[in-house]
């Protein structure tokens, strides 16, 4: 069995369309805490040579939503929507 380290960041930014830098590496997902349920949005995964959108969706019932990053390339940022009253206030990359 492969072991790998979930690190929570805690953090308490608005969705309002900004760049977040992460640690570059290679990643299967990025994990968001929400201050609340979303529905849908489009997010924009940074790599270092190129930009990839993917979809935000809450996981049903809570504010926790899980972004899959396909590329095995070195993820370097991700662009979070701009949502009105919705904050980010915690990521975890696994």
């Known amino acids: 069995m492969t072991a790998f380290r979930l690190t929570f960041s805690p953090c308490d930014l608005p969705l309002d369309g900004r ?3 992460v640690v570059p590496g290679r ?3 990025v994990h968001l805490d929400l201050s609340a ?5 489009t ?3 940074h790599y270092r040579d ?16 899980r972004i899959g990053v ?4 070195e993820l370097v940022a991700v662009e979070l929507p701009a ?8 990521t975890a990359l696994t």
């Open 83 to 90: 949502l009105p009253g919705v904050r980010l206030l915690g």
């Open 37 to 41: 349920p979303v529905g849908e949005a």
């Open 19 to 21: 760049l977040v830098e």
């Open 27 to 29: 990643y299967d997902w």
């Open 50 to 65: 190129a930009v990839d959108p993917e979809f935000l969706r809450s996981l049903p019932g809570t504010s926790i939503a």
């Open 43 to 45: 997010v924009w995964l």
């Open 70 to 73: 396909p590329r095995r390339e």
